[in-house]
Antibody, heavy 123, light 107 residues
Framework: EVQLVESGGGLVQPGRSLRLSCAAS????????MHWVRQAPGKGLEWVSG????????NYADSVKGRFTISRDNAKNSLSLQMNSLRAEDTALYYC????????????????WGQGTLVTVSS | DIQMTQSPSSLSASVGDRVTITCRAS??????LNWYQQKPGKAPNLLIY???SLKRGVPSRFSGSGSGTDFTLTISSLQPEDFGTYYC?????????FGQGTRLEIK
């Protein structure tokens, strides 16, 4: 069974940093791309960042580019998100999600999600 | 970025109703479109990928259609457990984007 468990959230002051982690199990971690998706309280889903299986391709949403850094450690089956220069608008529940690919190899989706870790940016 | 627009933003329907949610992309995305269901306090759950392929284990009353810029999620006969918020998401670009969501309430 695929399991994704996020950790590292908490209350942080504006301008400070926080590092989120996602522990993966139940699948061959280094076969799959991984993503971070966030959801502000009462709002919709916002994709944050994605990383390919070998870290060769990394993408960010414009809203976090230059402030957040995604990384992975395939030896430890873990995904991370380093968040710097945090702003009030970064307050959200942060989900770790596994990317799935269909049998054709063309169509990608987020086929498994963790339960999220809450980040609150406030003074 | 590719913008995804869902309609309606919310709807209320009765058990047994046929429900349709629409998603429009700001440019053609072929069939690179996924649908998710999210219940309150829970993580999103993938329902449909590649516009029309049902994820294993998802009830067959859910179906998806469309290609290019216009897509539809249909629930053929609404069940009480189908309440929640539905999101479309494009995977045409590596910078993923979601629709704003459609909140479905059971009357």
């Amino acid at each position: 069974e695929v399991q994704l468990v996020e950790s590292g959230g908490g209350l942080v002051q504006p301008g400070r940093s926080l590092r989120l982690s996602c522990a993966a199990s139940g699948f061959t971690f280094d076969d799959y791309a991984m993503h971070w998706v966030r959801q502000a309280p009462g709002k919709g889903l916002e994709w944050v960042s994605g990383i390919s299986w070998n870290s060769g391709t990394i993408n960010y949403a414009d809203s976090v580019k230059g402030r957040f850094t995604i990384s992975r450690d395939n030896a430890k089956n873990s995904l991370s998100l380093q968040m710097n220069s945090l702003r009030a608008e970064d307050t959200a529940l942060y989900y770790c999600a596994k990317e799935g690919v269909d049998s054709s190899g063309f169509y990608r989706s987020l086929d498994h999600w963790g339960q999220g870790t809450l980040v609150t940016v406030s003074s | 970025d590719i913008q995804m627009t869902q309609s309606p933003s919310s709807l209320s329907a009765s058990v047994g109703d046929r429900v349709t949610i629409t998603c429009r992309a700001s440019q053609s995305i072929s069939s690179y479109l996924n649908w998710y269901q999210q219940k309150p306090g829970k993580a999103p759950n993938l329902l449909i990928y590649a516009a029309s392929s049902l994820k294993r284990g998802v009830p067959s009353r859910f179906s998806g259609s469309g290609s290019g810029t216009d897509f539809t999620l249909t629930i053929s006969s609404l069940q009480p457990e189908d309440f929640g918020t539905y999101y479309c998401q494009q995977s045409y670009r590596t910078t993923v984007t979601f629709g704003q969501g459609t909140r479905l309430e059971i009357k």
